[in-house]
């Protein structure tokens, strides 16, 4: 019994990191463009927006342990495209990171411009 105990108590006092993040499926609700599905792999991430009608595939970089980059947007749906001038480096930056969630600040190299959002860790 006390096994068990200690080893429910372990558990729940275990923070995650940004190296708990590298890899898994996440969810990003916001009111401008509905639910996104993300599954992030070593090298790749996926991005499914059902009600936007996007599926989109990245090469994925860490940059360092809490940063990564996300290029080479591939669109998986031929009703779906952005003009090749207008593709550009997402930085991603994890900042913070609770229980069942984390926030992340991305920007694009070519703008100034910074969103803050929550992502839900799904797995």
Wanted: charged share 30%; hydrophobic share 35%.
């Amino acid at each position: 019994m006390l096994v068990i105990a200690v080893s429910i108590f372990s558990n729940c006092n275990t923070k995650r990191t940004c190296e708990d993040l590298k890899e898994g499926k996440y969810m990003l609700v916001s009111e401008e463009t509905g639910t996104t599905i993300i599954e992030r792999k070593v090298n790749e991430q996926i991005e499914i927006n059902e009600s936007l009608g996007v599926h989109v595939k990245y090469d994925l970089k860490w940059k360092d342990n809490c940063t990564y980059l996300l290029y080479n947007d591939q669109f998986l749906d031929d009703n779906y495209w952005i003009p090749s001038d207008t593709k550009d480096t997402l930085i991603v930056e994890i900042t913070d990171i609770m229980a069942d969630s984390y926030i992340v600040k991305a920007s694009m190299g070519s703008t100034d411009l910074v969103i803050e959002s929550e992502l839900l860790i799904i797995e």
